[in-house]
């Protein structure tokens, strides 16, 4: 299985981080190329590389964390999909000034979905700030949790392998319709809910 990360800022980061801690490879990428991220993959540790968008989009998981109107052009133009996993980390709001995205009704991953046709979406990563992201999941005596949903139950399948591996809890919050709005930021209640499993 190869994982493809296309954003490489705090979120992007947060994930790699986490990957490179568990020792699995990846190649991550932005918008200005892999040789801006020189500096970033020597820090992050040898599982991880840098590479083109379109390289880190094809592989078996595609991890998305781009800014919200950056979004279209950072999937437009990909190899097709073909079933391939979407992991949509993202978050329909965007600094500077946090004004929530008019979404006409829908739920902000089913918007994800609209730009990627053919790919397997699971919604994931996007409920906790950058910083406890990419902080040891084993806290507290327990281990950090994170929601993921989606449509397809064989790629949240495999999401939820991926986020065992990397020593978080997965709970499964159902599909994209209803367990992406119940993570969704800004409305739903799960965000920023710092939450550990015990036992
Ligand atoms: N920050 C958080 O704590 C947090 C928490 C949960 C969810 N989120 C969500 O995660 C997403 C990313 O947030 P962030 O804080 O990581 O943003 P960020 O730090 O601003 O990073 C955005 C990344 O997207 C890349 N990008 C922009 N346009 C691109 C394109 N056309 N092709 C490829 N890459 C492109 C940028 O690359 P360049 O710099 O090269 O342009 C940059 O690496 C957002 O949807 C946000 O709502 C953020």
Redesign the pocket.
């Known amino acids: 299985m190869t994982i493809g990360i296309?954003?490489?800022?705090?979120?992007?980061?947060?994930f790699a981080r986490t990957l490179a801690r568990a020792g699995i490879k990846a190649t991550i990428?932005?918008?200005?190329?892999p040789e801006?991220l020189q500096d970033l993959v020597r820090d992050l540790g040898p599982s991880i590389q840098s590479g083109g968008?379109e390289e880190a989009a094809r592989a078996d998981i595609v991890f998305?964390?781009?800014?919200?109107t950056?979004?279209p052009?950072?999937l437009?133009g990909l190899p097709e999909w073909s079933g391939r996993i979407l992991i949509d980390?993202?978050?329909?709001?965007?600094?500077p000034l946090f004004k929530p995205i008019d979404l006409k009704g829908r739920v902000s991953s089913e918007v994800v979905a609209g730009l990627v046709p053919g790919a397997r979406v699971v919604k994931a990563?996007?409920?906790?700030?950058?910083?406890l992201?990419a902080a040891d999941p084993q806290a507290a005596g327990g281990r950090r949790v994170l929601f993921y949903s989606g449509d397809d139950s064989v790629a949240k399948a495999e999401v939820a392998a991926l986020i065992d591996r990397i020593g978080f809890v997965g709970i499964d919050l159902g599909s994209l319709a209803v367990g992406g709005k119940l993570a969704q930021?800004p409305g739903g209640p799960l965000?920023n809910q710092n939450l550990i499993k015990v036992g």
Not at 64 to 68: H, K, S
């Open positions: 296309i954003g490489a800022g705090a979120i992007g980061t947060a990428s932005n918008s200005r190329g801006s968008r998305v964390a781009v800014n919200w950056k979004l052009a950072a437009a980390a993202n978050n329909p709001i965007e600094a990563f996007n409920h906790l700030r950058a910083e992201l930021f965000p």
